[in-house]
């Protein structure tokens, strides 16, 4: 059985220097009123968040929907971006955590971190509202929506296993984790749920793409067929909150999960 899935990564602009630079008053959209993208079907939405720019796609139902839209979404974001100034250029940065320059975060809306609260899947607990540990870094998220209606807590428990411990070898910026993406990160929705573990690294190539597709679909699968992981469930929380490299080969090696084919 297919779900289907939906996203709400987001990424940071740079100049043509390499220089990180802020979305503020640049592009538009907000968490409470996202831009519709004109020219595109309702759902491809672009926001600012933060500093960051944030994208919306409505559900795809295959893996080349959700690859094309994906694309799509974020290169007509890319053209909606105003520049600084008429020779500036402006690029996506693949940087997942970085340190902003003190004048990118003059901004009050800067400086304003988190909306609705999320959720620990491993204890039920609502999570601390996320701060950075340094006063510059901002981190970007590569959120995932899963339709479903299996129990969503169980739900975000099997992608931990399908995509947040393989993300422990594929993504080399952990320092996200210590602020940001912690194992079990969820938000309930009334279509299922939001998986908010796993940063943005994904977004970058196709393959990525399309591994983080069959990855959900085999997390749901796993949790259709009735299996838990409740033995596993220090172990697979250790593994993503503390980057541990080792101990994520040895759990990919124990139920025969394969990293992507562009990265492992």
Same mark, same amino acid.
Request: overall charge neutral; proline content about 7%; hydrophobic content about 35%.
């Given at each position: =059985?297919?779900?289907?899935?939906?996203?709400?990564?987001?990424? &940071?602009?740079?100049?043509?220097?390499?220089?990180?630079?802020?979305?503020?008053?640049?592009?538009?959209? *907000?968490?409470?009123?996202?831009?519709?993208?004109?020219?595109?079907?309702?759902? &491809? *939405?672009?926001?600012?968040?933060?500093?960051?720019?944030?994208?919306?796609?409505?559900?795809?139902?295959?893996?080349?929907?959700?690859?094309?839209?994906?694309?799509?979404?974020?290169?007509?974001?890319?053209?909606? @971006?105003?520049?600084?100034?008429?020779?500036?250029? @402006?690029?996506?940065?693949?940087?997942?955590? *970085?340190? &902003?320059?003190?004048?990118?975060?003059?901004?009050?809306?800067?400086?304003?971190?988190?909306?609705?609260?999320?959720?620990?899947?491993?204890?039920?607990?609502?999570?601390?509202?996320?701060?950075?540990?340094?006063?510059?870094?901002?981190?970007?998220?590569?959120?995932?929506?899963?339709?479903?209606?299996?129990?969503?807590?169980?739900?975000?428990?099997?992608?931990?296993? &399908?995509?947040?411990?393989?993300?422990?070898?594929?993504?080399?910026?952990?320092?996200?984790?210590?602020?940001?993406?912690?194992?079990?990160? =969820?938000?309930?929705?009334?279509?299922?749920?939001?998986?908010?573990?796993?940063?943005?690294?994904?977004?970058?190539?196709?393959? *990525?793409?399309?591994?983080?597709?069959?990855?959900?679909?085999?997390?749901?699968?796993?949790?259709?067929?009735?299996?838990?992981?409740?033995?596993?469930?220090?172990?697979?929380?250790?593994?993503?909150?503390?980057?541990?490299?080792? =101990?994520?080969?040895?759990?990919?090696?124990?139920?025969?999960?394969?990293?992507?084919?562009?990265?492992?």
């Amino acid at each position: =059985m297919i779900v289907r899935l939906g996203a709400d990564p987001e990424v &940071f602009l740079c100049n043509g220097r390499g220089t990180v630079v802020s979305v503020i008053d640049r592009v538009g959209g *907000t968490k409470e009123n996202p831009l519709q993208i004109e020219g595109l079907p309702p759902g &491809f *939405t672009v926001q600012e968040d933060n500093v960051a720019l944030e994208f919306g796609i409505p559900p795809a139902s295959s893996k080349t929907e959700w690859v094309n839209s994906i694309k799509l979404v974020m290169a007509s974001g890319l053209a909606l @971006v105003k520049p600084a100034d008429n020779n500036s250029i @402006v690029k996506f940065s693949k940087l997942s955590c *970085t340190l &902003f320059p003190s004048k990118e975060l003059t901004h009050p809306l800067a400086n304003i971190f988190g909306c609705d609260p999320d959720y620990n899947a491993w204890t039920g607990v609502k999570n601390p509202r996320a701060v950075p540990p340094e006063p510059n870094m901002r981190a970007a998220g590569g959120h995932i929506h899963v339709e479903t209606e299996e129990d969503p807590r169980q739900c975000v428990k099997a992608l931990d296993l &399908f995509i947040g411990v393989p993300s422990v070898l594929a993504d080399n910026s952990q320092r996200r984790q210590s602020g940001y993406g912690k194992a079990g990160s =969820m938000r309930y929705k009334p279509y299922g749920l939001e998986y908010r573990t796993p940063s943005n690294y994904w977004i970058f190539d196709e393959k *990525t793409m399309g591994w983080i597709w069959d990855q959900a679909q085999n997390a749901i699968s796993f949790v259709m067929g009735g299996r838990d992981l409740e033995g596993l469930s220090k172990q697979i929380q250790s593994c993503i909150n503390t980057g541990n490299k080792l =101990m994520a080969e040895k759990i990919m090696s124990r139920f025969n999960i394969k990293g992507p084919s562009n990265v492992r």
